[in-house]
């Protein structure tokens, strides 16, 4: 029995015949609390839930939660097992991006239509072969046109798993974690987490678990769900997503991530989405840092300083622009000689180092394969003027394996 169910009886499940369990749904939402349980013909079990209430579900709360809904007491058969699943809410839904059905399908619209029917090297959306994207991750108002740009690269038939890296903002983590949530909310529709593969990764020993409160802090990562929801909206019920949030983990750990993960990235139905912004510059972010065009090297300004040459969003794209070219190149070490050199705030660049070494991994496994990365857009949020000003770059990219 796995450790996270709980019996409210005695009753074991090992002598079930799988073809004979048979099950129903029933949803329910008592205050923040979403539930679904499931009524199997045999014992009753409870499945660990973590939520925002301070504890778990109990056996009496069972009770008072059929209370709820019946107005009358469970009797608790030997012939019923109730299960709760761990639904991930939309946290950031209604300030991030639109909680309103309608409108946030009306946005994506918009920001897909926008994207020109070819790339600036000449090719057509959809990219055939693009098993891979990197996107930006900020509020939809900001990123969401830019990241449009990556989404439209999918050829959403031939997907069947979506994983999704992103980095952790709000807790340190030596690792990656991997979610314990059966579904995840969006406002275009819930995604179903693919349970057997995060619990193959976590049979490696090398993940894991977050918490859901973590899980539903953490920004990087639902930034990418209504798009998914969005482009997969055909076939929403046929696919299943794989996230993972990857922490401030070096080089070496990078390479067996990358690693352990590059079985999957070969699998041509499934995709890889890559949450990451590139440069937050400014006093507020305690990077300054400039390019002269006079000057070799980088100059830290202080908050008097004046300078033009060239203007400081200059300077920032050229330092953005640097390492985008890195990661066309494919080469995992000099992109983090780059990071060391830079000090560049790319908040996804452990995720960006894990898919770097997770295709070098499928290179040394077949030489002749074709690998490319290539961005299609960069923008970043304010031009920064002057040394009080503030911006966040935006970059989207997709990864070709032929």
């Known amino acids: 029995m796995r450790k996270d169910v709980f019996p409210l009886l005695q ?8 073809f004979q369990i048979k099950k129903t749904y029933l949803y329910f939402f008592p205050r923040k609390l979403w539930c679904r349980i499931t009524f199997f013909h045999t014992h009753l079990f409870l499945h660990k839930n973590t939520t925002r209430a301070t504890h778990t579900p109990t056996p009496t709360l069972i009770r008072i939660l059929f209370f709820f809904l019946f107005q009358q007491s469970p009797t608790v058969s030997p012939n019923k097992i109730i299960i709760i699943v761990m639904n991930r809410v939309a946290s950031h839904a209604g300030s991030w991006y639109t909680d309103s059905n309608a409108r946030l399908n009306a946005e994506l619209d918009k920001y897909l239509d926008k994207v020109p029917p070819l790339t600036e090297q000449g090719e057509s959306y959809p ?12 509020g939809y108002s900001y990123s969401g046109p830019t990241a449009a740009y990556a989404y439209k690269c999918i050829n959403a038939s031939e997907v069947e798993r979506v994983f999704i890296l992103g980095p952790s903002h709000h807790v340190y983590l030596d690792g990656c974690a991997l979610s314990r949530c059966d579904t995840y909310e969006t406002p275009l529709g819930n995604l179903t987490l693919d349970k057997a593969t995060i619990q193959e990764l976590y049979n490696t020993r090398k993940f894991q678990w977050m918490s859901k409160d973590v899980d539903e802090e953490e920004h990087s990562i639902e930034m990418h769900l209504p798009y998914t929801a969005k482009i997969f909206s055909g076939k929403l019920d046929q696919i299943k997503v794989v996230p993972i949030m990857v922490g401030a983990i070096d080089e070496r750990k990078e390479k067996i991530f990358g690693e352990l993960l590059s079985p999957y990235l070969s699998d041509p139905k499934t995709l890889f989405i890559i949450s990451s912004d590139f440069c937050h510059w400014g006093i507020r972010f305690s990077y300054t840092y400039y390019q002269p065009n006079d000057h070799e090297g980088l100059v830290r300004l202080g908050s008097n300083d004046v300078v033009d040459n060239p203007p400081i969003h200059e300077s920032i794209s050229n330092l953005d622009h640097e390492g985008m070219r890195l990661i066309e190149s494919l080469d995992h070490a000099s992109f983090s000689n780059y990071l060391r050199t830079t000090k560049n705030t790319i908040c996804g660049r452990h995720p960006i180092g894990v898919l770097l070494c997770a295709l070098e991994t499928l290179h040394q496994q077949n030489p002749s394969q074709q690998q490319r990365i290539q961005f299609t857009k960069y923008a970043q949020s304010n031009p920064c003027q002057k040394v009080r000003d503030s911006s966040v770059s935006y970059a989207s990219a997709y990864v070709y394996l032929g």
């Open 127 to 138: 990219i055939e072969g693009a098993r891979a994207i990197i996107a930006p991750h900020a």
């Open 11 to 18: 009753p074991s499940l090992s002598s079930i015949h799988p």
